[in-house]
């Protein structure tokens, strides 16, 4: 008889003990947030930039980021939370963590309710705030001169409003360490910012292979433990487990981003259990927006050339076109900045080769697609920009660290993240 489907004929009570559960062999990541964890730099030391060749001179600077920390897009998961916890009350089935946890659920709620749903939390405004300051604190003599000369700063966004208030938060940063930067141009562009995409067959294979894993069910069985009394949580089948398991970690899930607004952060809660609800989470996005993407046939992937193909453009009216911006910031969201690193090899050990775990691909929502995640290119030029070789240089940051471009990318030998740009549009997919 086929183990999986043993297992998946288990009540809750014999999961655990038939999966091997425990927290030392959960998926884990650095944050049980997944995608929804708050964008964080650690110390000011920790941001950095690739020394500028001898020669070069800053010309052109751009930007594609995630909005910042936000309130869920619906209240729905937290109302399907409350409903669960209220149905236990009724059935005296909640544990003293699942009361506290009614108490900060109930919390959650209000503030959600006050911020809006889908809008940028007072964290998300901050996380674009500091972004844009200490981007002028890395590139102070670029700014100082765009400030002098009144050159333009473009500013494109989805036409949501969480994108649209980080990127005005993001100016507002570069202002306070700038000076008057001065904005000459704001636009929505949903067909580049903003598209949805369906599914992915093997992206769906995946996620039910994850749904219906042992560790998972075990997983959500240990978390629903947590709330509700064992002999409530028995009797409920193994996937109406992971059912409540996973919406009650979309609900918790998005309390630190709402922290400075006074949702509580349920830290409380079993780490390893919600560690691999996320992992369920990241596992479909992957292979949705992620390096899955690998496809050129992907819509996902398709939208992603639409992205890279603008980075180049902007680049080449500035320099060989008479353009007046020094600058484009483009705010956008995850659904788009995925598929945009993935298509540029930003996590070359990425492989949709074998199942999906964190080390096979290293690859994870905390990391790869956070509140406010951001890629930037800073265009260097030698003397007056020409189209002759190493006259310009690209080089790139990830989450404001230096990044080098894919394998496929060669380099300046003297400064190995700095790459020319004729050679960059060849190496990753533009002529």
Same mark, same amino acid.
């Given at each position: 008889?086929?183990?999986?489907?043993?297992?998946?004929?288990?009540?809750?009570?014999?999961?655990?003990?038939?999966?091997?559960?425990?927290?030392?062999?959960?998926?884990?990541?650095?944050?049980?947030?997944?995608?929804?964890?708050? %964008?964080?730099?650690?110390?000011? /030391? *920790? =941001? #950095?930039?690739? &020394?500028?060749?001898?020669?070069? !001179?800053?010309?052109?600077?751009?930007?594609?980021?995630?909005?910042?920390?936000?309130?869920?897009?619906?209240?729905?998961?937290?109302?399907?939370?409350?409903?669960?916890?209220?149905?236990?009350?009724?059935?005296?089935?909640?544990?003293?963590?699942?009361?506290?946890?009614?108490?900060?659920?109930?919390?959650?709620?209000?503030?959600?309710?006050?911020?809006?749903?889908?809008?940028?939390?007072?964290?998300?405004?901050?996380?674009?705030?500091?972004?844009?300051?200490?981007?002028?604190?890395? %590139?102070?003599?670029?700014?100082? /001169? *765009? =400030? #002098?000369?009144? &050159?333009?700063?473009?500013?494109? !966004?989805?036409?949501?409003?969480?994108?649209?208030?980080?990127?005005?938060?993001?100016?507002?940063?570069?202002?306070?360490?700038?000076?008057?930067?001065?904005?000459?141009?704001?636009?929505?562009?949903?067909?580049?910012?903003?598209?949805?995409?369906?599914?992915?067959?093997?992206?769906?294979?995946?996620?039910?292979?994850?749904?219906?894993?042992?560790?998972?069910?075990?997983?959500?069985?240990?978390?629903?433990?947590?709330?509700?009394?064992?002999?409530?949580?028995?009797?409920?089948?193994?996937?109406?487990?992971?059912?409540?398991?996973?919406?009650?970690?979309? &609900?918790?899930?998005?309390?630190?981003?709402?922290?400075?607004?006074?949702?509580?952060?349920?830290?409380?809660?079993?780490?390893?259990?919600?560690?691999?609800?996320?992992?369920?989470?990241?596992?479909?996005?992957?292979?949705?927006?992620?390096?899955?993407?690998?496809?050129?046939?992907?819509?996902?992937?398709?939208?992603?050339?639409?992205?890279?193909?603008?980075?180049?453009?902007?680049?080449?009216?500035?320099?060989?076109?008479?353009?007046?911006?020094?600058?484009?910031?483009?705010?956008?969201?995850?659904?788009?900045?995925?598929?945009?690193?993935?298509?540029?090899?930003?996590?070359?050990?990425?492989?949709?080769?074998?199942?999906?775990?964190?080390?096979?691909?290293?690859?994870?929502?905390?990391?790869?697609?956070?509140?406010?995640?951001?890629?930037?290119?800073?265009?260097?030029?030698?003397?007056?920009?020409?189209?002759?070789?190493?006259?310009?240089?690209?080089?790139?940051?990830?989450?404001?660290?230096?990044?080098?471009?894919?394998?496929?990318?060669?380099?300046?030998?003297?400064?190995?993240?700095?790459?020319?740009?004729?050679?960059?549009?060849?190496?990753?997919?533009?002529?």
């Amino acid at each position: 008889m086929n183990k999986t489907r043993i297992l998946l004929a288990l009540p809750a009570a014999a999961l655990a003990a038939a999966a091997g559960y425990s927290p030392s062999v959960a998926a884990t990541t650095s944050s049980n947030q997944g995608q929804y964890t708050p %964008y964080a730099v650690g110390q000011p /030391s *920790a =941001v #950095k930039t690739a &020394a500028i060749p001898t020669g070069y !001179t800053p010309v052109y600077l751009e930007t594609m980021g995630r909005h910042g920390s936000r309130a869920a897009t619906s209240s729905s998961d937290i109302d399907s939370a409350i409903a669960l916890i209220n149905k236990a009350r009724s059935a005296k089935a909640l544990t003293s963590t699942g009361t506290r946890l009614s108490t900060d659920l109930a919390t959650l709620k209000r503030v959600q309710a006050k911020v809006g749903n889908g809008k940028l939390s007072a964290l998300g405004a901050q996380e674009w705030k500091g972004i844009g300051t200490r981007t002028v604190e890395k %590139y102070p003599t670029f700014f100082r /001169s *765009a =400030v #002098k000369s009144q &050159a333009a700063v473009d500013v494109v !966004t989805s036409s949501l409003s969480r994108a649209q208030v980080s990127s005005a938060n993001m100016v507002t940063g570069l202002k306070s360490a700038a000076g008057n930067v001065r904005v000459t141009s704001r636009q929505t562009n949903d067909s580049m910012l903003h598209f949805s995409t369906s599914s992915t067959a093997k992206g769906d294979a995946e996620a039910s292979r994850i749904r219906s894993s042992s560790q998972t069910r075990a997983a959500a069985a240990a978390l629903l433990k947590s709330v509700f009394s064992s002999s409530y949580v028995d009797k409920m089948s193994t996937s109406t487990t992971v059912a409540n398991a996973y919406d009650l970690w979309e &609900a918790v899930a998005i309390g630190p981003a709402l922290r400075l607004d006074g949702a509580p952060v349920m830290s409380y809660l079993p780490a390893a259990a919600l560690n691999q609800m996320a992992f369920l989470k990241d596992a479909t996005a992957f292979y949705r927006y992620g390096p899955g993407v690998s496809s050129a046939g992907n819509a996902s992937f398709k939208k992603a050339v639409v992205i890279r193909d603008n980075f180049f453009y902007v680049i080449d009216k500035r320099l060989f076109e008479g353009g007046k911006s020094v600058a484009t910031i483009r705010l956008s969201h995850g659904e788009q900045l995925m598929p945009f690193a993935a298509l540029l090899r930003l996590n070359p050990q990425a492989t949709t080769a074998a199942p999906f775990t964190y080390a096979s691909t290293g690859w994870n929502g905390n990391d790869e697609a956070k509140m406010a995640a951001n890629i930037e290119w800073l265009v260097v030029a030698k003397g007056k920009p020409t189209k002759s070789a190493r006259s310009v240089l690209v080089t790139m940051r990830y989450n404001e660290m230096p990044r080098r471009f894919s394998a496929a990318c060669s380099a300046y030998e003297v400064a190995p993240y700095f790459y020319d740009l004729a050679g960059l549009k060849k190496c990753v997919g533009r002529s």
